[in-house]
T-cell receptor, first 112, second 113 residues
Framework: GESVGLHLPTLSVQEGDNSIINCAYS??????FIWYKQESGKGPQFIIDIRSNMDKRQGQRVTVLLNKTVKHLSLQIAATQPGDSAVYFC???????????FGTGTRLKVLA | EAGVAQSPRYKIIEKRQSVAFWCNPI?????LYWYQQILGQGPKLLIQ????????DSQLPKDRFSAERLKGVDSTLKIQPAKLEDSAVYLCASSLGTNNEQFFGPGTRLTVL
């Protein structure tokens, strides 16, 4: 399939290590945030979300942290696996609307 | 449960030609979205439908792009005439409602020569 984001920022991690992917958003009125994973040739896939009344939310091997003061979002992946290799996008709901605004994405490469 | 279906998966056309993409959302999903994803960027919303009505088409270049969802189920996105800068992946997504999780299809990769 085609590649997604040939010129994206890239994070390379060893298999088994933890990964941290960062994202900044611009609209301080946004109150809902989502992380998506996009593998080559596929559409984005929902990973985890968080609302602005929370600072942290955990899923299976993933944790999202939200710092509203500096408008920063991060995705932590524990014990990174080869299947985690993909492009990761954050999105926010543009100042509290229904519309999702996607960030530019980060490519995660898992090294064996 | 079947996911969002899109066709074709790939399309190559010359500039000034016309092209159409088709999307079949998840059954029962009232909200349908078309996104444009240029290589190296995140998806950008082009148009959003609620059933067969347009909710938001503020980012749709209406001089050349059009979309419809006549029966509130399938949708088509058309570009006429295409420009080089239209080369991108066109993603369709659907959700139960406006504030529900969006499920994306695999996209149609358009190359305009």
């Amino acid at each position: 399939g085609e590649s997604v984001g040939l010129h994206l920022p890239t994070l390379s991690v060893q298999e088994g290590d933890n990964s941290i992917i960062n994202c900044a958003y611009s609209n301080s009125a946004s109150d809902y945030f989502i992380w998506y994973k996009q593998e080559s040739g596929k559409g984005p896939q929902f990973i985890i979300d968080i609302r602005s009344n929370m600072d942290k939310r955990q899923g299976q091997r993933v944790t999202v942290l939200l710092n509203k003061t500096v408008k920063h979002l991060s995705l932590q992946i524990a014990a990174t696996q080869p299947g985690d290799s993909a492009v990761y996008f954050c999105a926010d709901n543009e100042g509290g609307t229904y519309k999702y605004i996607f960030g530019t994405g980060t490519r995660l490469k898992v090294l064996a | 449960e079947a996911g969002v279906a899109q066709s074709p998966r790939y399309k190559i056309i010359e500039k000034r030609q016309s092209v159409a993409f088709w999307c079949n959302p998840i059954s029962g999903h009232a909200t349908l979205y078309w996104y444009q994803q240029i290589l190296g960027q995140g998806p950008k919303l082009l148009i959003q439908f609620q059933n067969n009505g347009v909710v938001d088409d503020s980012q749709l270049p209406k001089d050349r792009f059009s979309a419809e969802r006549l029966k509130g189920v399938d949708s088509t996105l058309k570009i006429q005439p295409a420009k080089l800068e239209d080369s991108a992946v066109y993603l369709c997504a659907s959700s139960l409602g406006t504030n529900n999780e969006q499920f994306f299809g695999p996209g149609t990769r358009l190359t305009v020569l």
